[in-house]
């Protein structure tokens, strides 16, 4: 059990962009999460995946956002025509189990700085 | 909509202090989950120790331990024999326990604890 693995731990881009990040979650855990977290505040929920279906979607997923699990192993989450407001710290976590013991397990994040 | 409110942007407390983070939430539900979780300057988030709403015993985890008061919608977090390890940023979270936001976790903004040695 190596943990949740997040990959890049830091990423800077020009507004504009295309960036995608990538999230291993611990092997055997069928959910997996996606979260952003901007200065001062705490993470936010983003979506939401059971295996390899997207089974619901922030509002803050906007339409240059996308997601996907492709046999329900590591997601990945790309923004296109990144903006500054993109800029944030990118968490992903994976869980498995009934959800009265689900435990979340977060990776280290992904900063993204949009210049 | 659920809202998870934290007053208490920072703390500080000595070694072997005692110190206590302040959570309060608004929800129209009875049945729930509440937690408390640790980011360190590694920015991992920890689960520290959760309550499930219809429990009334109050959650004990070592050396913390919440005081959970369901009518006033208020979850505090209580470290005793604080060690420098304990430094972090905590985050008080709710989760529902059904519907379509299953294991979707709210937090609330933080509170950056300080150990002084």
């Known amino acids: 059990d190596t943990g949740v693995s997040q990959d890049p731990r830091h990423k800077i881009t020009k507004r504009g962009q295309n960036v995608t990040f990538r999230c291993d979650p611990i092997?055997?855990?069928?959910?997996l999460y996606w979260y952003r977290q901007t200065l001062g505040q705490g993470p936010e929920f983003l979506t939401y995946?059971?295996?390899?279906?997207?089974?619901?979607k922030s509002r803050l997923l906007s339409d240059r956002f996308s997601a996907e699990r492709p046999k329900g192993s590591f997601s990945t989450l790309e923004i296109q025509r990144t903006e500054q407001g993109d800029s944030a710290m990118y968490l992903c976590?994976?869980?498995?189990?009934?959800?009265?013991?689900?435990?979340?397990?977060f990776g280290s994040g992904t900063q993204l700085s949009v210049l | 909509a659920q809202t998870v409110t934290q007053s208490q942007p920072e703390m500080s407390v000595q070694e072997a202090e005692t110190v206590t983070l302040s959570c309060t939430y608004d929800?129209?539900?009875?049945?729930?989950?509440l937690f408390w979780y640790k980011q360190p300057p590694s920015r991992q988030m920890i689960l520290v120790i959760r309550q499930e709403a219809y429990k009334q015993q109050n959650a004990t985890e070592n050396r913390f331990s919440v005081n959970f008061q369901k009518a006033a919608k208020s979850f505090s977090l209580k470290i005793s024999d604080s060690q420098l390890g304990d430094a972090a940023m905590y985050f008080c979270a709710y989760r529902r326990t059904r519907g379509s936001t299953l294991g979707r976790l709210y937090f609330g903004r933080g509170t950056q604890l300080t150990v002084w040695p």
């Open positions: 929800t129209s539900e009875s049945d729930y989950y």
């Open positions: 995946f059971q295996n390899e279906a997207q089974l619901e």
């Open positions: 976590a994976s869980s498995v189990g009934t959800a009265k013991n689900e435990k979340l397990f």
């Open positions: 092997s055997e855990h069928n959910r």
